[in-house]
Nanobody, 121 residues
Framework: QVQPVESGGGLVQAGGSLRLSCVGS????????KAWFRQAPGREREFVAA????????EYADSVKGRFTISRDNTKNTMYLQMSSLKPEDTAVYYC??????????????WGQGTQVTVSS
């Protein structure tokens, strides 16, 4: 399976916003659930948000609820993460993951290489 590619990371001040994109390749991936994870230095990878194959179901980690918005455009085979009110603790490498089915589940088959998000204080 072709690896998805994340983009949109960068350096932003606390309180600012960034929009991440995850572009997948392949028609099967376009209808699978997708998710964002992140990993900060010295910490385990953690779940951020997930979206079902056609966007009808969304899940967020409590730490980002109300600040981040996940969405997808299947015509572009792209998933987005709109991040607002960013905090220094949001600093991490953000990874795109593609699930094994249309519904959200803990099983993710394909991962991107990640994009760095750094929030300065």
């Amino acid at each position: 399976q072709v690896q998805p590619v994340e983009s949109g990371g960068g350096l932003v001040q606390a309180g600012g916003s960034l929009r991440l994109s995850c572009v997948g390749s392949g028609r099967t991936a376009s209808v699978f659930a997708k998710a964002w994870f992140r990993q900060a230095p010295g910490r385990e990878r953690e779940f951020v948000a997930a979206i079902s194959g056609i966007g009808g179901t969304i899940e967020y980690a409590d730490s980002v609820k109300g600040r981040f918005t996940i969405s997808r455009d299947n015509t572009k085979n792209t998933m987005y993460l709109q991040m607002s009110s960013l905090k220094p603790e949001d600093t991490a490498v953000y990874y795109c993951a593609i699930g094994a089915r249309a519904t959200i589940s803990p099983e993710y088959r394909t991962w991107g290489q990640g994009t760095q998000v750094t929030v300065s204080s």
